[in-house]
């Protein structure tokens, strides 16, 4: 079975300080990890996703989270936070497993709250 | 292209009443998954759809059902309608099963009252 943990429900940055929001994954076959952004009342945006090839992989925005299989975490970064990145992110990981649904596991999310 | 799109917007049911929310997948894709997002949480797979038959659930009971057409639109119905289904359900499309990109519409709003 597959499982998300996002660290932090809420995390505070001042513009132009670096984002870094925090997720942790369980699963038994070697994982897809996604990354998604949610504004207020609009549905879900990709930001990136990791497909098995390299470790760190780099997104919309100037968004980008790293592979650690011996941490089993696939945290998501940014250098410098804009206004515009105030949103709720989610992490998420495939539950495919060579058969039958591939649908996803999302993390309880984290608000990225940014500060003027 | 078209994206994903989902109707209504919104509604509002109340408890013990039934149900109907619509999806139009993006042009070309053949796989739908339906989501449910309850309010201050991540959303959480009800099934999803494969060429029109359901080919995966997540922990939701019988009363929550779909239906996927040759046009690989897509519909979630729920019956007897209970306060806690008040959520936003997504529907999200990918090109082929098995680890695609899913996208995601913006939602349908449903308040059980």
């Known amino acids: 079975a597959q499982s998300v943990t996002q660290l932090g429900s809420h995390v505070s940055v001042s513009e132009g300080a670096l984002v870094l929001l925090r997720c942790n994954y369980s699963?038994?076959?070697?994982?897809?990890l996604f990354w998604y952004v949610q504004y207020p009342n609009q549905g879900l945006q990709l930001l990136l996703k990791?497909?098995?090839?390299?470790?760190l992989v780099k997104g919309i925005n100037g968004f980008e989270a790293e592979f650690k299989k011996s941490e089993t975490s696939f945290h998501l970064t940014k250098p410098s936070a804009h206004m515009s990145d105030a949103a709720e992110y989610f992490c998420a990981v495939s539950m495919y497993s060579g058969g039958g649904a591939d649908g996803l596991t999302f993390g309880k999310g984290t608000h990225l709250i940014i500060q003027p | 292209e078209t994206g994903v799109t989902q109707s209504p917007t919104h509604l509002i049911k109340t408890r013990g009443q039934q149900v109907t929310l619509r999806c139009s997948s993006q042009?070309?894709?053949?796989?739908v998954s339906w989501y449910q997002q309850a309010l201050g949480q991540g959303p959480q797979f009800i099934f999803q759809?494969?060429?029109?038959?359901?080919?995966g659930r997540g922990n939701f009971p019988p009363r929550f059902s779909g239906l996927q057409f040759p046009n690989y639109s897509s519909e979630l119905n729920v019956n007897a309608l209970e306060l806690d289904d008040s959520a936003l359900y997504l529907c999200?499309?990918?090109?082929?099963?098995?680890?695609?990109?899913?996208?995601f519409g913006p939602g349908t709003r449903l308040t059980v009252l």
């Open positions: 042009s070309g894709h053949n796989t």
């Open positions: 759809y494969y060429r029109e038959e359901e080919n």
């Open positions: 699963s038994s076959v070697p994982p897809y």
């Open positions: 990791y497909t098995s090839a390299a470790t």
């Open positions: 999200a499309s990918s090109l082929e099963q098995g680890r695609n990109e899913q996208f």
